[in-house]
């Protein structure tokens, strides 16, 4: 069955609970998160995967308003990684970023992703900065 790929695409809170608990290895996929509620209240879209009715991908693009985009919470299911999922995925939401009038999308990713963001999705390597808001400093 084809794989369909939709912007602002519809999906269960349920269902994205538990394709992110696989994708980032959390626990069994029950943490009941509103994504719904989040990605309609501080995103420009996001993007699913979908084979049937079930979700097989998904990433979230943020936003400022204005000039920037970013990706967030890219995954994929297991069973169908390595056939290009992902970087449609990542094809989609920069088409409706650029067509929302944003300039820049921007990703952070572990040294594991490298060669995914950079070499199959087109991103240029940048520097950047973080600082935890949850250790003391």
Do not use: K
Not at 28 to 55: K, N
């Amino acid at each position: 069955m084809p794989i369909a790929f939709a912007w602002r695409g519809d999906f269960e809170d349920r269902d994205l609970d538990a394709l992110h608990a696989a994708a980032f290895e959390m626990g069994d996929g029950r943490a009941e998160r509103a994504w719904r509620d989040q990605v309609t209240r501080h995103s420009l879209g996001w993007v699913v995967a979908t084979v049937g009715d079930r979700l097989v991908g998904f990433v979230n693009v943020p936003w400022d308003g204005g000039a920037h985009a970013w990706l967030q919470d890219a995954m994929v299911s297991a069973d169908c990684r390595h056939d290009g999922v992902g970087t449609q995925l990542v094809a989609v939401a920069r088409e409706e970023a650029r067509e929302a009038g944003c300039q820049w999308l921007h990703v952070d990713f572990d040294e594991a992703l490298h060669a995914f963001y950079v070499d199959r999705c087109g991103f240029v390597p940048s520097s950047a900065g973080l600082i935890s808001l949850t250790e003391a400093g």
